[in-house]
């Protein structure tokens, strides 16, 4: 177990009775051996943490200033951008985190898939952070919905309609979510106390999360285990001091967008103050929704589509049991590799037609990119049988301490200098 | 692949085309003193735009969110405020006697909307009311440069539109039939600082005035930015630096 020692009187008077500091050091310090060749793709895992830790922290301080009250909530969130301290910059940095959020996640998912991250032993691993990202697209859905403007309005009729679609019970349900016969008060009470309480369940899921992830430890590029002490280097100060790099970069580029373009992600209709009589001209989600709202209107069936749309995140359940190649990282599956990046295209691509109306070459454009997301993990499973893997190297150290092909071409790039 | 890109960029500029010609025609541009990472608003336009709104406009648009204080940021004096906001009336009440009465208005007053609701706005403007201009200029794509170019955007209607009786021809406006009438005419208000009242002037200046209604803390939030984003800088350089160092040894 841990080695961790002090000389502090008071650190090892606590030691004594609550493990706390060989726990921390266990979980995040030199008591944490981690593969010695992650690159940065592996970052936005802790990047993830600090967005959560971002939004919690000022949307607790929103929450003193901001009115749940369908008649109160729109100037509430005025008052906060005008009269109160800094209000304007909580807000904005609480509006945009929500994006940077979930572009940090996205980009943690393609990260597992590219390098098979959720593979065995890993799958519970992976599944917990598919119940995550579940939690955070309702939260984000219901906080979509607090400022209580035209979008904020026609997104909760929009996306609450769809449970509608649920056979027999579908319009008890509905009225049962909305806390009456339509969006008003009583489903913007509820969404707010619920946009308060899910972040601290998903802080709950990140613990499990964490939990699994050092029963054995990050996955790694090349995707093979560890074969001995060489292959590891304690966490601290190696990854915190990485990490921390990380963070200054996603930092620089967060103050960007919020002093300079806060409301870049956002639609100009959510100014104007929610009007039950006023449809908008196009009721769009925010940008992190589309492709799955490109999915939901691409199939002509209105349950068929909330099928598909929650479908395309649920097979993620199950993926570690349809890709049964025992190769995790695409490096050493050259024809995987290029399946990923279609893959990812078509998830840009269905993202593009979710941002437009549902007509024409759209339409025909969005059915053909849904068929094509599905038909991925069908492609993905025949791989797994009919893809010939590159041989793997012996080890983690071997590419990396002897030189090679790995090292030749990371030395091309100073910040992983080998 | 290669394909396929050049199928999905064929349909990014076809879609881009499509979505223009709905939303209508493109706006002209203008370089706005807010503009960029220095930008910062331009007081006596701020004043102008003001002037424009409180002669013109506000006869139909309220301005709800906004209160008299908040023109101190625009230059005006402490006195000049308590002045303007006296030029108002507000009902207010009850008093001991449970009375409504009415008072002065106070700097903390916001400004009052000209209809009493949106029923009555609507009914006394042919049915669509007119709508409230604090956020307008956060509230439609194109922001500051749309309000600009609507209010410069009314012309003759072409001889095939037809425009029904009420409705006016806007060449920005989205579908082009706009209820409100061409608001501004040459020299519709006289500015004291001997500007000359063009169309395009009392435009480009309510337009600015707009946009600090809609966002008063832009200056604030731009002279922040700047602070914040050299720091990182640095200390994302100091960061880098130590990685480097931590890892040396592992090389």
């Not at chain 2, 402490?78 to 507000?90: G, M, N, R």
């Not at chain 2, 600015?208 to 922040?224: D, G, I, Y």
């Amino acid at each position: 177990m841990s080695e961790f020692k002090s000389n502090n009187a008071v650190i090892k008077w606590i030691e004594y009775r609550m493990p706390i500091f060989s726990f921390l050091d266990d979980a995040i310090g030199r008591g944490y051996p981690t593969p010695r060749n992650l690159n940065y793709w592996w970052n936005f895992g802790s990047l993830a943490g600090v967005a959560l830790v971002i939004m919690i922290a000022t949307g607790i301080v929103l929450a003193m200033q901001y009115t749940p009250h369908a008649t109160m909530a729109f100037d509430s969130i005025e008052r906060i951008m005008r009269d109160v301290n800094y209000g304007w910059l909580l807000r904005y940095v609480h509006s945009n985190g929500g994006s940077f959020f979930f572009l940090v996640v996205y980009i943690h998912i393609f990260r597992g898939l590219y390098y098979g991250s959720y593979k065995e032993p890993r799958e519970l691993l992976w599944i917990l952070g598919v119940v995550i990202l579940l939690l955070m697209m309702a939260t984000a859905f219901m906080g979509y919905v607090l400022p209580w403007g035209q979008m904020s309005f026609w997104a909760a009729t929009v996306i609450t309609n769809l449970f509608s679609a649920i056979p027999v019970f579908g319009d008890q349900i509905v009225t049962w979510l909305w806390g009456g016969f339509s969006v008003a008060n009583p489903t913007l009470n509820r969404f707010f106390s619920l946009h308060y309480l899910l972040p601290f369940v998903i802080v709950g899921v990140v613990v499990l999360h964490i939990w699994a992830l050092h029963r054995f430890g990050s996955n790694n590029p090349i995707g093979i285990d560890a074969k001995g002490p060489q292959d590891k280097i304690p966490f601290h100060p190696y990854y915190t001091i990485k990490d921390a790099f990380g963070f200054g970069v996603f930092f620089i580029a967060f103050a960007a967008v919020i002093f300079y373009a806060p409301n870049l992600f956002g639609e100009p209709d959510n100014y104007v103050e929610a009007n039950p009589l006023a449809t908008p001209a196009h009721i769009v989600p925010e940008w992190y929704f589309l492709p799955y709202y490109a999915i939901l209107r691409a199939i002509p069936n209105k349950l068929l589509g909330v099928v598909a749309m929650f479908g395309s995140i649920l097979i993620y359940f199950v993926l570690p049991w349809i890709d049964r190649s025992p190769v995790r990282s695409a490096r050493f599956r050259p024809i995987y590799k290029q399946f990923f990046w279609i893959f990812v295209a078509d998830c840009v691509l269905l993202g593009y037609v979710g941002a437009n109306p549902p007509e024409g070459q759209f339409l025909l454009i969005g059915r053909l990119a849904t068929a094509y997301y599905f038909l991925h993990f069908v492609i993905v499973f025949l791989l797994s049988y009919l893809e010939r893997p590159r041989p793997l190297p012996s080890s983690i150290s071997e590419p990396v301490l002897k030189g090679g092909g790995a090292a030749a071409g990371a030395a091309a790039k100073p910040m992983e200098k080998v | 692949m290669k394909k396929l890109l050049t199928v999905a960029a064929a349909v990014l500029a076809f879609g881009t085309g499509a979505a223009q010609a709905a939303e209508g025609t493109a706006l002209p541009e203008y370089h706005w003193s807010f503009n960029g990472i220095f930008g910062t608003f331009e007081r006596p336009e701020l004043q102008r735009g003001f002037q424009v709104y409180r002669e013109v406009c506000s006869a139909c648009h309220g301005l709800r969110l906004v209160a008299f204080r908040d023109l101190a940021a625009l230059g005006y004096s402490a006195d000049a405020i308590k002045a303007l906001a006296a030029d108002y009336t507000f009902k207010d009440g009850p008093n001991d006697q449970g009375e409504m009465y009415e008072r002065e208005g106070r700097p903390s007053d916001h400004f009052p909307s000209p209809f009493p609701n949106e029923k009555a706005a609507a009914f006394a403007n042919g049915g669509s009311a007119p709508p409230d201009l604090s956020l307008m200029a956060k509230a439609r794509k194109g922001g500051p440069d749309y309000v600009r170019a609507l209010l410069m955007g009314f012309e003759e209607a072409p001889a095939e539109s037809h425009i029904p009786e009420g409705l006016h021809y806007n060449i920005y406006f989205p579908g082009h039939q706009i209820a409100m009438p061409p608001p501004l005419s040459a020299d519709a208000v006289e500015y004291s600082d001997g500007t000359p009242a063009t169309v395009e002037q009392m435009a480009t200046d309510v337009a600015a005035f707009l946009m600090w209604a809609a966002e008063p803390t832009l200056e604030q939030r731009k002279e922040m930015g700047i602070k914040v984003l050299i720091f990182l800088l640095v200390f994302t350089g100091v960061l880098y630096a130590a990685k480097r160092k931590i890892w040396s040894d592992l090389h």
